[in-house]
């Protein structure tokens, strides 16, 4: 016995000493990967999502949390839920251990409406215990410089002054990463700063700054783009043809990149529209086509290219070319708006078929419960019924037979109470059934109701869209090159410019239905249209007269 004790004592040690070497060997992991995470963030992130810290011990799982909301916010995640980083800061806090106190308060960035205030904390915190972390420094006058400028902030300073104090904190930020060596994270703070005092800098003053950054020996790939991008936009912005040359660089620069990225992408379009505004329209419409057929390939049921080129060809005057891509735009568009049309529609009947189904299961249920009442109620009485009649018939006149007959009488009619009681419950519980039933189909209602919306809504697009493609073909029909192509149709003042339209296609040899895909209607509205022409002018001969027009539907 003595001896099953002993190895059960000296399992316990084995076993706890194995947990701490663990729990040890996984803190020092975790403070390698500290060490570390500046550089290697995105890795370290994937590494530390991997860890399962219901196995950690408190100290690790808090310094787990710390790291991850530190490699989260540079690699730009959103910190969704901040209740495991406030835990983790109490903690550090009752342990004194200030610097870590101060990483979770400043790489908390959960709710912005709320930062100044905890980034004021943090500071103070420096201060006051002297705390030597240079890069978490660096990093809290950062966020300081965006929170004191941010209107949700609730800081009682003006606009002015708060910017000033702003560009203070950018200031020592920017010194305290050029000092530490951090030139990549100086260069983007003075890059995404340029957008962050519209109040009481020119665009001017703001260039000035921007050359801060042409100071350095290298340029960071990423800020460089920015650089070229901005200068670029600065220059359309005061009409100067400079532009163009730092927007060709950054296409360049870019390079095969540029065809990856929508954001990038976008520099097509802006060079177009650019050449347009001052009239180089062979020039707009080259870099139209790219945008179109860059964006094609990043996503193939895109529109915005097609309407891009509809309005450069309209511009250079070719109606034919406008009015195709203007076609293939509506398309594509309607397309886009069937489509998600139709994943609300089937979300909405998956929603209400999940109603029905739940609604028929609780009438199951509550049939069952009413129906397996009143089975056990008859065959409760039933059997009581059948029980003292047959007691009756063996009933003797001895006393001690009597005295068991009131006994047994006495528990069945216990037995019927508690049947009766039982059973006045269900029927409570089954009288809530149908107003939770009729509950759930005012539900289902609903949605029914919500995907009609939606398909009205859709129709009266389309119906817009029609009615937009009806006014530009009537457009085409008072073009000097109609009445040019088709003089004697241009002479039929009786006709609408719509009617005269399609008068020509019929002249062009289009059957109805071939019509109604080119102005986007139904053959049987090119029909109904033909007889109008036909009534406004009896003696017009119409092509296809007599035809048969099954080929129509």
Known sequence: ?????????????????????????????????????????????????????????????????????????????TLTNDSALLKATSWFRSRKDYRNVCRA??????????????????????????????????????????????SSA??????????????????????IFMKIGRLREAQNLLINSYNLYPV???PEKKLDNLKEIELFDTIYPEVKAKLLMIYANYYFSINSKEGFKYLNDYIAFEGDQIFRSKKMVSAF????????????????????????????ELQADAFDGYHLLSSVYAEMGD?????????????????????????????????????????????????????GTVLFMGGLFAFAIFFVFKRRIGITGNEKVTEQYKA????LTELYKKGKFTNEVLKASAGLMPSFIDTMAKEAGRCRKSSQETFDNILNNISTM?????????DISKSEEFAEFFPEIASYKELSSYERVVLALFEMGYSPKEISNLISTTPASVRSIKAKIKDKLPSLSMPGEGENQSEDN
């Open 105 to 150: 308060i400043i790489y908390n960035r959960s709710n912005l409406e709320e930062q100044y205030d905890r980034l004021i904390e943090a500071e103070e915190l420096f201060n006051r215990h002297k705390i030597n972390d240079s890069l978490t420094e660096a990093y809290l006058y950062m966020y300081l410089s965006e929170a004191i400028f941010r």
């Open 154 to 175: 609730g800081v009682s300073l003006s606009r002015q002054t708060a910017a000033q104090k702003s560009e203070s904190y950018k200031s020592m930020s920017v010194a």
């Open 408 to 411: 047994q009488l006495i528990e």
């Open 466 to 474: 029609r009615q937009s493609g009806r006014d530009i073909i009537s």
């Open 269 to 296: 379009s802006t060079l177009s529209a650019e050449y347009k505004k001052i009239g180089e329209l062979d020039s707009a419409l080259h870099y139209a086509k790219l945008f179109n057929k860059s964006l094609l």
């Open 1 to 77: 016995m003595n001896r099953l004790v002993l190895i059960i004592l000296l399992f316990a040690v084995v076993s706890c000493n194995y947990d701490n070497q663990k729990q040890q060997f996984i803190s020092a992991r975790l403070s390698n990967w500290d060490e570390k995470l500046a550089d290697q963030y995105s890795q370290i992130s994937d590494s530390l999502s991997s860890i399962d810290t219901r196995k950690l011990s408190t100290q690790n799982r808090h310094y787990h949390t710390l790291l991850s909301a530190i490699a989260g916010t540079w690699s730009g995640k």
């Open 319 to 371: 109606s034919n070319n406008a009015y195709k891509n203007h076609l293939l735009f509506h398309k594509a568009f309607s397309y886009r708006k069937s489509t998600q049309y139709q994943d609300a529609l089937l979300r909405n009947r998956a929603i209400t078929s999940d109603f029905e189904k739940r609604i028929k299961r609780l009438k199951r249920e509550r049939a069952f419960a009413i129906y």
């Open 200 to 202: 009481y800098m020119t």
